[in-house]
């Protein structure tokens, strides 16, 4: 097992809905901890390409590859079962089952046999509890909690520590801290942490550089659905990460013309651009 | 004290249970009603019981995501067909049951079938099931027999397993209702299958990513509501010796309000079979208690409408409750 090898690794993909071209010729890899950043504009196109990786799109040409071998995502399921895990903005789902049971949803552990086979709660509850707490968060004590009563950080802690529980290999996080105050964002960016030091390969989608700068080891800004940047930590600061956010243009730049604009205009700042 | 109550608060049947104790109190106080009378009558039971076994399927399907309002037209149409196949015809009561419930699958499939295959919303799909049911049940009934009433002598098994009366007033159908509960209160709260239901109902997508068989889920739900809703048809048919092309358009609004009341979640992903039960039974008390009370009938619907706001309002602020609180913080332990 090479530490090198990619686990993940897009070749080539483009992806267009109808006529309009969402992804260019997209080549990214992925390895076994290690946290690949995914930057960008709003509509760089980030979600469109997780979403091809997590089995909700296919490409429209282009290869994904998995352990050198090519792959195909005809469903998100098919990804899951390859150890594809997607984890959403708000930490996904089930705000109203407990956390044991939405821990274990469509893997239910039972006791007793035949028609008389029952849901274990005691048994769910605690693996449930136990793998949280493993991941620092103690303050999850109880399993009948329901999930919806959760803070954000502690319900996107809960869901990537689901996702390792159940065999991930590849950890996809969809702006997990843009709703989230200082301190849960903390939390959740020291769960990334854990999970790039248990090896699995963590893709993480962020507006905000300091985050990204806190677990990134390796960037990729996305500009109009082209690869613009793909640089290593340390390689870029995050003045120049942030200039190219912004589609290329520096912060300077966009300040400069905002301030001109409102000098001609009565102090009105201009109307947005899209 | 708040250390034991908050527990039961966090339960979705919470809220009924206060709801059943409100109005009882309420026909006791404001309706000078005697509870020995009140609990000894056999006429709101058997009407809870005839609504209750429609209720727990109907608030089953509604706590995975989704509404049947077909069963309006399924119960004429369970009375019909087995008096039609059974009576009319004659053939044995075996196969007028089995027609019957054939029935309500074949339909309970079509509106699942319909609501997994499409995006259009089961209460649409369900919508348009009853109408088409209700105008094979006239059109079919006439055809047949030549009349909207339709007799049926059932033979003793038959009718002493689903139209005889325990003691002189009691329908045996409340038997089936509790076995109903217990066996469905079983399955959806102790069984994977069980919490399949909450997961569909709670996100149906991530449900499916995670593995729950999503659309058979719902068909059999669908199934499960519609051979029910065609079961008590049968029993009315069988009971009262003849079955009618028109009824069961009450059921409709009755097993919404008793699965609200009764603390499902209209939206989905929250409830309870108890719930509903219970729901059901306040239901049953408002609506037929008020003739053992001095109050004015007329006022039965205000008081319905009264409690299911109320009962609404209650389940909302528990839910908060439940959501806010783990039982940890709740009891004042840290
Ligand atoms: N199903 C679709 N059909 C047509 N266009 C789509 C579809 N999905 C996404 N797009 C377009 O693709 C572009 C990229 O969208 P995407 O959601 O991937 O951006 P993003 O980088 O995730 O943005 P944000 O930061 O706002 O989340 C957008 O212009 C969007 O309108
Ligand atoms: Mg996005």
Same mark, same amino acid.
């Given at each position: 097992?090479?530490?090198?090898?990619?686990?993940?690794?897009?070749?080539?993909?483009?992806?267009?809905?109808?006529?309009?071209?969402?992804?260019?010729?997209?080549?990214?890899?992925?390895?076994?901890?290690?946290?690949?950043?995914?930057?960008?504009?709003?509509?760089?196109?980030?979600?469109?390409?997780?979403?091809?990786?997590?089995?909700?799109?296919?490409?429209?040409?282009?290869?994904?590859?998995?352990?050198?071998?090519?792959?195909?995502?005809?469903?998100? *399921?098919?990804?899951?079962?390859?150890?594809?895990?997607?984890?959403?903005?708000?930490?996904?789902?089930?705000?109203?089952?407990?956390?044991?049971?939405?821990?274990?949803?469509?893997?239910?552990?039972?006791?007793?046999?035949?028609?008389?086979?029952?849901?274990? *709660?005691?048994?769910?509850?605690?693996?449930?509890?136990?793998?949280?707490?493993?991941?620092?968060?103690?303050?999850?004590?109880?399993?009948? *909690?329901?999930?919806?009563?959760?803070?954000?950080?502690?319900?996107?802690?809960?869901?990537?520590?689901?996702?390792? @529980?159940?065999?991930? *290999?590849?950890?996809?996080?969809?702006?997990?801290?843009?709703?989230?105050?200082?301190?849960?964002?903390?939390?959740?960016?020291?769960?990334?942490?854990?999970?790039?030091?248990?090896?699995?390969?963590?893709?993480?989608?962020?507006?905000?550089?300091? @985050?990204?700068?806190?677990?990134?080891? @390796?960037?990729?800004?996305?500009?109009?659905?082209?690869?613009?940047?793909?640089?290593?930590?340390?390689?870029?600061?995050?003045?120049?990460?942030?200039?190219?956010?912004?589609?290329?243009?520096?912060?300077?730049?966009?300040?400069?013309?905002?301030?001109?604009?409102?000098?001609?205009?009565?102090? @009105?700042?201009?109307?947005?651009?899209? | 004290?708040?250390?034991?109550?908050?527990?039961?608060?966090?339960?979705?049947?919470?809220?009924?249970?206060?709801?059943?104790?409100?109005?009882?109190?309420?026909?006791?106080?404001?309706?000078?009603?005697?509870?020995?009378?009140?609990?000894?009558?056999?006429?709101?039971?058997?009407?809870?019981?005839?609504? =209750?076994?429609?209720?727990?399927?109907?608030?089953?399907?509604?706590?995975?995501?989704?509404?049947?309002?077909?069963?309006?037209?399924?119960?004429?149409?369970?009375?019909?067909?087995?008096?039609?196949?059974?009576?009319?015809?004659?053939?044995?009561?075996?196969?007028?049951?089995?027609?019957?419930?054939?029935?309500?699958?074949?339909?309970?499939?079509?509106?699942?079938?319909?609501?997994?295959?499409?995006?259009?919303? %089961?209460?649409?799909?369900?919508?348009?099931?009853?109408?088409?049911?209700?105008?094979?049940?006239?059109?079919?009934?006439?055809?047949?027999?030549?009349?909207?009433?339709?007799?049926?002598?059932?033979?003793?098994?038959?009718?002493?397993?689903?139209?005889?009366?325990?003691? %002189?007033?009691?329908?045996?159908?409340?038997?089936?209702?509790?076995?109903?509960?217990?066996?469905?209160?079983?399955?959806?709260?102790?069984?994977?299958?069980?919490?399949?239901?909450?997961?569909?109902?709670?996100?149906?997508?991530?449900?499916?990513?995670?593995?729950?068989?999503?659309?058979?889920?719902?068909?059999?739900?669908?199934?499960?509501?519609?051979?029910?809703?065609?079961?008590?048809?049968?029993?009315?048919?069988?009971?009262?010796?003849?079955?009618?092309?028109?009824?069961?358009?009450?059921?409709?609004?009755?097993?919404?309000?008793?699965?609200?009341? =009764?603390?499902?979640?209209?939206?989905?992903?929250?409830?309870?079979?108890?719930?509903?039960?219970?729901?059901?039974?306040?239901?049953?008390?408002? %609506?037929?208690?008020?003739?053992?009370?001095?109050?004015?009938?007329?006022?039965?619907?205000?008081?319905?409408?009264?409690?299911?706001?109320?009962?609404?309002?209650?389940?909302?602020?528990?839910?908060?409750?439940?959501?806010?609180?783990?039982?940890?913080?709740?009891?004042?332990?840290?």
């Amino acid at each position: 097992m090479s530490a090198n090898a990619p686990i993940l690794a897009l070749r080539g993909v483009n992806k267009s809905f109808g006529p309009i071209d969402v992804l260019h010729d997209i080549n990214l890899e992925v390895r076994a901890g290690e946290v690949l950043c995914l930057l960008g504009d709003n509509g760089a196109g980030k979600s469109t390409l997780i979403r091809i990786l997590s089995g909700v799109h296919q490409p429209t040409s282009g290869t994904i590859e998995m352990d050198g071998q090519s792959v195909g995502f005809p469903t998100p *399921r098919a990804a899951a079962d390859k150890g594809i895990a997607t984890v959403h903005q708000f930490g996904g789902t089930f705000p109203l089952m407990s956390i044991g049971r939405s821990f274990f949803v469509g893997v239910e552990p039972t006791k007793g046999w035949g028609p008389f086979k029952t849901y274990d *709660r005691k048994k769910a509850n605690e693996i449930a509890v136990k793998a949280v707490q493993d991941f620092g968060i103690t303050r999850i004590d109880d399993g009948d *909690r329901l999930v919806g009563g959760l803070s954000g950080g502690e319900r996107q802690s809960l869901a990537i520590a689901r996702a390792v @529980h159940f065999g991930a *290999r590849v950890l996809i996080l969809d702006e997990p801290t843009a709703a989230l105050g200082v301190k849960q964002a903390a939390h959740v960016l020291r769960i990334v942490n854990e999970a790039k030091r248990r090896g699995l390969a963590v893709i993480f989608i962020t507006h905000q550089v300091m @985050h990204a700068m806190a677990v990134g080891d @390796h960037f990729a800004v996305l500009i109009r659905g082209a690869v613009a940047a793909d640089f290593k930590k340390g390689e870029k600061t995050r003045e120049q990460i942030t200039d190219l956010m912004a589609g290329g243009e520096t912060m300077a730049d966009l300040e400069a013309t905002i301030e001109g604009y409102m000098a001609s205009h009565d102090g @009105h700042p201009p109307p947005p651009s899209h | 004290m708040m250390a034991s109550f908050a527990p039961f608060l966090r339960r979705p049947e919470a809220a009924s249970i206060i709801s059943l104790i409100g109005i009882v109190a309420f026909y006791v106080i404001i309706g000078g009603v005697d509870l020995v009378t009140l609990f000894g009558a056999a006429s709101w039971i058997n009407f809870a019981a005839n609504l =209750g076994i429609v209720a727990i399927p109907v608030g089953i399907l509604m706590i995975g995501g989704q509404i049947d309002i077909s069963i309006g037209a399924m119960i004429p149409a369970g009375s019909m067909t087995v008096a039609i196949v059974s009576g009319h015809f004659g053939l044995p009561i075996e196969v007028g049951i089995l027609a019957t419930l054939s029935l309500g699958a074949i339909v309970g499939l079509v509106n699942g079938l319909l609501t997994v295959r499409t995006t259009v919303p %089961s209460l649409i799909v369900t919508l348009g099931t009853l109408v088409v049911m209700q105008g094979v049940v006239l059109a079919g009934a006439n055809l047949l027999t030549g009349a909207a009433s339709v007799k049926i002598e059932a033979p003793a098994w038959a009718k002493a397993a689903f139209g005889s009366l325990i003691g %002189s007033s009691h329908q045996v159908i409340i038997l089936w209702w509790l076995v109903a509960v217990v066996v469905f209160a079983f399955v959806i709260h102790k069984t994977r299958f069980g919490n399949w239901v909450f997961a569909m109902g709670g996100d149906l997508v991530s449900a499916r990513n995670a593995g729950v068989p999503t659309a058979r889920l719902t068909i059999m739900l669908f199934m499960l509501s519609a051979m029910s809703a065609a079961f008590v048809g049968m029993c009315g048919a069988i009971q009262f010796n003849s079955a009618q092309v028109s009824g069961g358009m009450g059921y409709i609004f009755n097993t919404i309000v008793s699965i609200v009341v =009764g603390g499902v979640l209209l939206t989905g992903g929250f409830g309870s079979v108890v719930g509903i039960f219970i729901g059901t039974l306040t239901f049953a008390i408002v %609506s037929q208690g008020i003739y053992f009370t001095q109050i004015d009938r007329n006022w039965s619907s205000l008081i319905i409408g009264v409690t299911l706001l109320l009962a609404v309002a209650m389940n909302e602020s528990f839910r908060k409750f439940a959501l806010r609180a783990g039982p940890r913080q709740a009891t004042g332990r840290r």
